[in-house]
């Protein structure tokens, strides 16, 4: 069955230091990974996704993420935090390539601190 | 273009009650999928519609129940209502090609309180 993990419930962070969310994934074939934020009370925005070609992949807001196929990874990754970037992150797993069911599996969140 | 549009967004109700939250896709899509995301259990699928067909329902009773009309728009509904429904609820807006999915958007959300 499919199932994403993130290991890391809550992470703390000064701002201006180097961010890494972590993201494994349980899969049968090679999903479409995405990562997305939520700010309280919203609804989910996409940061970046991987479909296929460069593993390294370049979001918004300053984020990027690298695929791992070795490792079922897909971690999140920003150089220099600003406290904006304060919310909930998820990493989710899409369908089969080729599937067209639309259907997401997440993980259970990882909630980003920011201190000033 | 437009994004994806959610209503109500603040909805309580009582219990035993029942409720309907709509979806409108973004324009061109015609698959729109229901989360429901708790404290408790994070973000659950609820289920899938494409093209006015369910195509992937999650593990909820029968109380949840959805349909998707000719414009793509979408609706869920749920019967006695139960205090464990209360959630935010998400709708994903998603095009489908021939090589698959494209993407999900996202809404901002229902927030459903039961009381």
């Known amino acids: 069955a499919q199932s994403v993990t993130q290991p890391d419930i809550h992470i703390t962070v000064s701002e201006g230091a180097s961010l890494e969310l972590r993201c494994n994934y349980s899969?049968?074939?090679?999903?479409?990974l995405f990562w997305y934020v939520q700010s309280p009370g919203q609804g989910l925005q996409l940061l970046l996704k991987?479909?296929?070609?460069?593993?390294l992949v370049q979001g918004i807001k300053g984020f990027e993420a690298e695929f791992k196929r070795s490792q079922s990874s897909f971690n999140l990754r920003k150089p220099s935090v600003h406290w904006s970037d304060a919310a909930e992150y998820f990493c989710?797993?899409?369908?089969?390539?080729?599937?067209?069911?639309?259907?997401?599996?997440f993980g259970r969140g990882t909630q980003l601190t920011v201190w000033p | 273009k437009a994004g994806v549009t959610q209503t109500p967004r603040y909805l309580i109700k009582t219990r035993g009650q029942q409720v309907t939250l709509s979806c409108s896709p973004i324009?061109?899509?015609?698959?729109v999928s229901w989360y429901q995301q708790t404290p408790g259990q994070g973000l659950q699928f609820l289920f899938e519609?494409?093209?006015?067909?369910?195509?992937n329902k999650g593990n909820f009773p029968g109380r949840f129940s959805g349909r998707q009309f000719s414009n793509s728009r979408s609706e869920m509904n749920v019967s006695t209502l139960e205090l464990g429904d209360s959630a935010l609820y998400l709708c994903?807006?998603?095009?489908?090609?021939?090589?698959?999915?494209?993407?999900?958007?996202f809404g901002s959300g229902t927030r459903l309180t039961v009381v």
């Open positions: 994903a807006s998603s095009s489908i090609r021939l090589t698959g999915v494209s993407g999900y958007t």
């Open positions: 899969y049968g074939a090679t999903p479409y």
């Open positions: 991987y479909f296929s070609g460069d593993t």
């Open positions: 989710a797993v899409g369908p089969d390539r080729g599937s067209t069911l639309g259907r997401l599996y």
């Open positions: 324009s061109g899509h015609r698959s």
């Open positions: 519609y494409f093209s006015e067909t369910q195509r």
